[in-house]
């Protein structure tokens, strides 16, 4: 059986979750529990504090974990990675308060950061060449300047809204981070076997998000233009209508190119455009 981490509360907590759901996993959560069994999977969930996690991974006491690439880099655990999983994207980045004078990185030089992220701050401040007063708390960063604990900040940040509400502004990032899995670095033969099922199906899940099932008719004389839009997977799916002159295509797209798409079938005479979601993709 295998062991897998995440946050047990908060943001990626409720991602991670989404995403074994998807694959198929099913398992009863509570805000009570820190660990659960899956019921048609062999699959152990712990549920631990998001900084705990490279450790335990690291030290074998969990096969897998799934954690923010931040704290991954400040515990000094990269070897640990598998893949990025495409969710619950942020960015490490330093913020003044706002109406203060700020032109670079250089103005925060001698002066005072709260922060929570040490190591990262510390290797972006030595390569452009500051050196900077480091104050580490491990929560309400935002709060520092305002007390006078610090001349600025260094914190995670989603929307910014938090900042903003704190009567800062962020001036540089510092690191770009997401949801990646990680796995203890012996893991024994059988436990291989059931993380390469577990990517599987977790990339399967990915893959479907990232695409959209089209389905559009279009007069046969326009088909040539309409497949070169829509190469799908290997080739579109064509039918005849039983309007003489009229098929059916059916084709796979990727979600960033659809509305791009989308204006150039209209253009070539595609009309009774369906898009609908995928469930998993599989190729």
Request: glycine letters at 8%; one cysteine or more; a negative charge.
């Amino acid at each position: 059986m295998l062991r897998l981490a995440i946050q047990k509360s908060g943001r990626l907590s409720e991602d991670s979750l989404t995403l074994i759901r998807e694959c198929g996993i099913s398992f009863q959560s509570s805000t009570y529990k820190l660990k659960t069994e899956a019921t048609n999977f062999p699959l152990e969930i712990l549920f631990l504090r998001d900084d705990d996690i490279p450790g335990y991974v690291r030290d074998g006491v969990a096969d897998l974990g799934i954690v923010g690439q931040n704290v991954l880099e400040e515990a000094g655990c990269t070897g640990l990675q598998v893949e990025a999983l495409g969710f619950s994207k942020c960015r490490l980045a330093l913020a003044v308060p706002r109406g203060e004078a700020y032109e670079s990185v250089q103005d925060l030089r001698g002066r005072s950061i709260a922060t929570s992220y040490p190591q990262l701050l510390g290797r972006y401040l030595a390569g452009h060449g500051v050196q900077a007063e480091l104050h580490v708390i491990s929560g309400s960063v935002e709060i520092a300047p305002s007390i006078g604990l610090a001349d600025a900040v260094c914190d995670i940040v989603s929307s910014g809204s938090t900042l903003l509400g704190n009567g800062l502004r962020e001036v540089e990032t510092v690191f770009r981070s997401e949801a990646v899995l990680i796995a203890y670095a012996a893991l024994p033969p059988e436990k291989q076997v059931l993380l390469e099922q577990l990517r599987f199906r977790m990339q399967a899940v990915r893959r479907a998000r990232r695409h959209k099932y089209i389905v559009l008719n279009a007069p046969a004389a326009s088909l040539d233009a309409v497949r070169a839009l829509l190469p799908g997977i290997k080739a579109p799916t064509v039918t005849p209508l039983a309007d003489a002159g009229w098929v059916s295509v059916q084709s796979v797209v990727q979600e960033d190119a659809f509305w791009h798409i989308t204006d150039q079938l209209r253009a070539v005479g595609a009309e009774g455009i369906l898009v609908l979601p995928i469930e998993k993709m599989i190729e």
